[in-house]
Nanobody
């Protein structure tokens, strides 16, 4: 059974920081690319950050310089450090695990964690 569980969301003021965590089980963690997506009410789900199984990270332009994605291989967990948060970062954040190799495709999603940035 595959399970992705997000945690660390909450309510913060603009300029403050949060660290999200995604604990995985049921997958060979080191074989998967890991991503963070977010979705605000009325908007499409968008890719915020990703890190490949080789450790290569990528970010949406809107969060570059503020967010950092990392993976803890010992704990099968991926993190998203979010600094200098802005009101437009308010959304539900989802963890995503992807395996794609030799014609095999696997995609798994967590249930999401709410991040609200407001004065």
């Amino acid at each position: 059974q595959v399970q992705l569980v997000e945690s660390g969301g909450g309510l913060v003021q603009p300029g403050e920081s949060l660290k999200l965590s995604c604990a995985t089980s049921g997958i060979i963690f080191n074989d998967y690319n890991m991503n963070w997506y977010r979705q605000a009410p009325g908007n499409q789900r968008e890719l915020v950050a990703g890190v490949t199984s080789a450790g290569i990270a990528n970010y949406a332009d809107s969060v570059k310089g503020r967010f950092t994605i990392s993976r803890d291989t010992a704990k099968n967990t991926v993190h998203l450090q979010m600094n200098n948060l802005k009101p437009e970062d308010t959304a539900v954040y989802y963890c995503n695990a992807v395996f794609r190799r030799f014609g095999v495709n696997r995609n798994y999603w967590g249930e999401g964690t709410q991040v609200t940035v407001s004065s």
